[in-house]
């Protein structure tokens, strides 16, 4: 396996202030980085495709402006929540690929970061 | 966005049985992805299965690769307690490179 942390695991915010969590592969490069919101008892939905010393690619409906996205190192994404409000809150987990495309490759998690927006 | 259909959506059994659920798509994959996540905590890598009609096995768990590419089967053996959780399923699109997640089987092993 490979080892994805990411910090911080819980985080309590007031509304109007940004939040900003780190996703870093421990143990591995990681070109590609995934960031997905998951509500309770739902799937997971991806965010953006973070990819390193280039720009993210959002998927549909997901504000770029709200959800910030840097990829600034092979080992290290960080999604920054802008102008939090309550309907921000939610479980955000992020996943590095490891691999190159082309080979076999696989994606592996990041503890998750629990937000609340009060 | 898009997701895989993943069934049964939940199940109960008996500590001892064996335990099946699989993963639909109308879309082919190069790749399917097996995870369990456990409350609070991000999804745990399975199985990897990377090729059409490949069987993979992890201890009790095994896994297969559907030879239309469209779909996958994860099987538990001899099922116990700490086997609780939320089994997903994800697919590697070819193309697009992005990892798209199943609906989510809700396993619960009753002693």
């Known amino acids: 396996g490979a080892v994805v942390s990411q910090h911080p695991s819980r985080v309590i915010c007031k509304s109007g202030t940004s939040v900003k969590i780190e996703c870093r592969s421990l143990d591995f490069q990681a070109t590609t980085m995934f960031w997905y919101r998951q509500f309770p008892k739902q799937s997971l939905m991806l965010m953006a495709t973070?990819?390193?010393?280039?720009?993210?690619?959002?998927e549909q409906g997901v504000e770029k402006d709200k959800f910030l996205i840097n990829h600034a190192s092979l080992t290290l994404s960080t999604l920054t929540v802008t102008s939090a409000h309550p309907e921000d809150s939610s479980f955000y987990i992020c996943s590095a690929r490891k691999g190159s495309w082309g080979t076999n490759t696989e994606a592996f998690f990041g503890q998750g970061t629990r937000l609340t927006v009060v | 966005g898009q997701q895989l259909n993943q069934s049964p959506q939940s199940m109960f059994i008996q500590e001892g049985e064996d335990v099946s659920m699989n993963c639909t798509s109308s879309?082919?994959?190069?790749?399917w992805l097996w995870y369990k996540q456990d409350p609070g905590e991000g999804p745990v890598l399975l199985i990897a299965?990377?090729?059409?009609?490949e069987l993979t096995s992890n201890g009790r768990l095994t896994a297969q690769f559907g030879i239309t590419r469209k779909d996958s089967f994860l099987n538990i053996s001899a099922s116990i307690p700490s086997d609780v959780g939320i089994y997903f399923c994800a697919g590697l699109t070819s193309g697009t490179y992005k990892y798209i997640f199943g609906t989510g089987t809700r396993l619960k092993v009753l002693a």
């Open positions: 879309s082919i994959f190069n790749t």
């Open positions: 299965l990377y090729k059409a009609g």
């Open positions: 973070s990819n390193e010393g280039s720009k993210a690619t959002y």
